[in-house]
C-alpha cells in the first residue's frame, strides 16, 4: 500500500476541509448556516422580545450598585429605625414592588435576585454543556465500549429525581451559592450528552468526515473542525433553554431552604418569606414570582426561535 507524503496529506486534507466548507454554504449559494439564522431570527418577533428582556435584566442585574442602594435601599439590610412604618407596604410610587416585613424593597431584592439567578443558571448551564459535550463526543464517535458506558451512566444520572439528586448533593458539599450551581451543573451533563451524540451521528459518515479521516486527520481535528461545527447548532438552542431550567432549579432549592442562603435576595428565599403572608401581602410571592417566570419564559422562547432560526431545513426558505 503506497502512503501519500506529507505534503501530498496536506493538500488533501485542504480539500475535505474546502469540502467541509462547501457543504455548510449549501451548494451554489455563499450563504451561511450563522447568517441565516440571523435574518430568520429577526423575523421572529418573540424571540427578539425574549432576547431584549433578557439583556434588559442582565443590565439591570451587572449595574445595581450603581443605582439601586442610593434608591430603592439596601437589598440585605433591614432598616430597624423605620420598620414599624416600612413594614408590609403595598405597591407606590415610593416602593414598586412593595415592602418585606423587615421593610426592604421587594423590588431591589428582586434586582439582586436576577444577578443571582442569572449568575447561576449560566455557570451551571456551562459546566454541564462543558461536561455533556466531551462525554456526547467520546460515546458518538468512537462508539462500542465508549457509548455504553457513557450512556449508561447517563441512565444512571437520568433514573434519580433531578430536584432530590440535586439536593443530596448540595448536603453533602454544603450550602453556598457556588455549590448551587457546581451541583446542578454536574446533575445536567447527560441531557447535553445525548443531544449532542444524536447530533454527532447525523454528521460523522458524511463524506468530508471519511476523506478527512481517509488523509490521516486525527481524532481531535476531525471533532473539532469537521463535526463540531456542524453539530453545535443544536447544543446552541438547548443551552439556551438549560439557562432557564437552571434558574427554576435554583429557585426550587432555595424555596426549599437547601440553596443560596438568607440574606441573600434569592428568587425563590423571596417565595418562601412571602409564603406565610398569602393572604395579607400576596406582593411578597407575586413579584419575584413573576420574575421567575419572565426570566424562564423568556430563554425557552429564545431557545424556541434559534431552534428554528438555525434548522438547516429552512436554509432555503
Not at 480539500?15 to 429577526?42: F, N, P
Not at 464517535?141 to 443530596?168: H, Q
Not at 448533593?169 to 451524540?197: H, K
Amino acid at each position: 500500500m503506497l502512503y501519500p507524503s506529507p505534503t501530498q496529506r496536506l493538500g488533501m486534507e485542504a480539500t475535505a476541509d474546502a469540502a467541509a466548507q462547501e457543504h455548510d454554504k449549501g451548494s451554489g449559494t455563499s450563504r451561511t448556516l450563522w447568517g441565516d439564522a440571523w435574518k430568520r431570527l429577526r423575523q421572529n418577533k418573540l424571540a427578539i422580545i425574549a432576547a431584549c428582556w433578557i439583556i434588559f435584566v442582565a443590565l439591570v442585574a451587572i449595574t445595581a450598585d450603581l443605582w439601586a442602594p442610593q434608591l430603592l435601599g439596601s437589598p440585605t439590610a433591614a432598616d430597624t429605625t423605620q420598620m414599624a412604618t416600612q413594614s408590609l407596604l403595598p405597591p407606590s410610587l415610593d416602593h414598586p414592588f412593595g415592602t418585606d416585613v423587615t421593610g426592604r424593597d421587594i423590588l431591589v431584592r428582586v434586582i439582586y435576585g436576577a444577578r443571582i439567578s442569572l449568575t447561576i443558571g449560566l455557570l451551571a448551564t456551562a459546566i454541564s454543556t462543558a461536561i455533556g459535550l466531551v462525554m456526547g463526543a467520546l460515546a458518538a464517535y468512537y462508539g462500542g465500549i465508549w457509548d455504553t458506558i457513557i450512556m449508561r451512566a447517563a441512565d444512571i444520572f437520568l433514573a434519580f429525581p433531578y430536584v432530590l439528586f440535586v439536593l443530596c448533593l448540595i448536603a453533602a458539599l454544603g450550602q453556598s451559592i457556588t455549590n448551587v450551581f457546581v451541583a446542578i451543573g454536574i446533575l445536567g451533563w447527560p441531557s447535553i450528552a445525548r443531544v449532542f451524540r444524536s447530533a454527532i451521528l447525523s454528521v460523522k459518515e458524511n463524506d468530508y468526515v471519511d476523506a478527512a479521516r481517509a488523509m490521516g486527520a486525527s481524532d481531535a481535528r476531525i471533532i473539532a473542525r469537521h463535526i463540531f461545527p456542524n453539530s453545535v447548532a443544536s447544543i446552541v438552542v438547548y443551552a439556551t433553554m438549560n439557562i432557564g431550567s437552571a434558574i427554576l432549579s435554583e429557585a426550587a432549592i432555595s424555596f426549599l431552604g437547601m440553596g443560596v442562603q438568607p440574606p441573600n435576595p434569592s428568587w425563590g428565599i423571596m417565595i418562601q418569606d412571602g409564603q406565610a403572608y398569602l393572604m395579607t401581602a400576596p406582593w411578597l410571592m407575586i413579584m419575584p414570582g413573576l420574575a421567575i417566570l419572565s426570566t424562564v419564559l423568556a430563554f425557552t422562547l429564545l431557545g424556541d426561535g434559534l431552534r428554528d432560526a438555525l434548522d438547516v431545513k429552512m436554509k432555503d426558505a
